[in-house]
């Protein structure tokens, strides 16, 4: 599934971002949230994340899962504003670099306290 915000502004009118997510057994997984540059730290990622929260509870889902590399701080500090937690570390994970990833889990009828703060 997938979830696109967009923008028209004097400067720019089109995609402001995306989320990809599936889900699985009743689980929520995020697969990839993208803002564009320029329009990061506008809330367009904390709209995508409510949206989806929203959407997939409705339909009753409870549990979410995602993983981020360790040294993505912007997207971590994302998804701790919705009450995400570190669950597991794994080492090594993206083969590219090397990088660990961490796998975050949130409660989503948690994370509807934390929409309205976000």
């Known amino acids: 599934r997938n979830l696109v915000a ?5 400067t720019h009118d089109g995609i402001a971002g995306y989320v990809t997510y599936w ?3 009743g689980e929520l997984q995020v697969h990839k949230i993208c803002v564009r540059e320029g329009l990061r730290k506008s809330g367009v990622a904390s709209g995508l994340m409510s949206e989806m929260i929203r959407l997939t509870c409705r339909e009753g889902v409870g549990l979410c899962t995602l993983e981020v590399g360790r040294s993505n701080v912007g997207a971590r500090r994302l998804y701790e504003k919705f009450g995400f937690e570190i669950k597991e570390v794994r ?3 993206y083969a590219e670099s090397g990088e660990d990833a961490m796998i975050l889990c949130a409660d989503l009828k948690k ?3 934390f929409i309205s703060k976000a």
């Open 6 to 10: 967009t923008v028209r502004t004097d």
């Open 111 to 113: 994370c509807l306290q």
């Open 23 to 25: 889900v699985v057994a």
């Open 91 to 93: 080492t090594k994970y």
